[in-house]
């Protein structure tokens, strides 16, 4: 069991690292448009896009950065488990 544990919290921290890079190449136009973009989007879309409109100044959406937050605190405590 707790090598299962192990494993998925090595999955859940790759899925984390996934997630920034989505939002960090969201920044970018050139990259937006490209097939790998629209691949990672589809990946993590279903996570991300819960927290898509909550938090807008201006045209800058910030739910994201929330969104990974809150993923971070909970790998942190599935990390204090194992």
Do not use: H
């Amino acid at each position: 069991m707790r090598e299962f544990l192990i494993i998925a919290f090595y999955v859940l921290q790759a899925y984390f690292y996934i997630m920034i890079v989505y939002v960090l190449f969201s920044w970018v136009p050139s990259i937006r448009q490209s097939r790998f973009y629209f691949i990672l989007g589809r990946i993590v879309e279903p996570y991300l896009g819960i927290f898509r409109g909550w938090i807008v100044f201006s045209n800058i959406d910030f739910t994201p950065m929330l969104g990974l937050l809150l993923y971070q605190f909970m790998l942190s405590v599935i990390a204090r488990a194992i």
